[in-house]
């Protein structure tokens, strides 16, 4: 569903004219493209997903913490993150930087994928430059539910 989208929302941004067209029509394709991650992070977002995976398991000594108080046990807790916010600021940036370099990545694969499609579906090669095919007039202005998904007949 989401590259039928993505392949009819590129010809349809392929074949606009004008500029505030493109940009209307690019607001509402992207809009239809993020509509299932809209639905899954409704019900349950992966960021939440991702925070679970990522969590490290706390291991709670309870022998050691029965016998401090509560004003040495807030201490150690200090003390603990304290040391590790050093690390994690570093594990952050890598993270940030290794995910969204991939994401970037594959949206530009993805997006160059469709354009390609949609220029060697629509265009001819000629004289080193593509050039649109030549487009024929319906043959009549009916249609039925049948032709709406079997454009071919």
Not at 4 to 22: H, K, N, P, Q, W
Not at 120 to 137: G, P
Request: aromatic share 12%; proline share 1%; with cysteine.
């Amino acid at each position: 569903l989401v590259f039928a989208t993505a392949r009819a929302g590129i010809s349809f941004l392929m074949e606009t004219a004008g500029v505030d067209d493109i940009i209307v029509n690019s607001v509402a394709l992207g809009f239809l493209l993020t509509l299932d991650d809209l639905t899954s992070t409704a019900l349950m977002g992966s960021e939440t997903t991702k925070l679970l995976e990522v969590c490290m398991e706390f291991e709670l000594d309870t022998e050691a913490l029965d016998e401090m108080k509560e004003d040495d046990i807030m201490q150690q807790f200090d003390k603990e993150q304290r040391l590790n916010t050093g690390m994690s600021w570093l594990k952050l940036v890598g993270n940030i930087l290794y995910y969204k370099l991939f994401n970037m990545l594959m949206v530009a694969t993805v997006t160059g994928c469709f354009v390609g499609h949609y220029y060697m579906s629509n265009c001819d090669w000629n004289h080193n430059r593509f050039v649109s095919k030549t487009m024929y007039a319906p043959k009549d202005m009916e249609f039925s539910i049948w032709t709406t998904f079997m454009r071919r007949f």
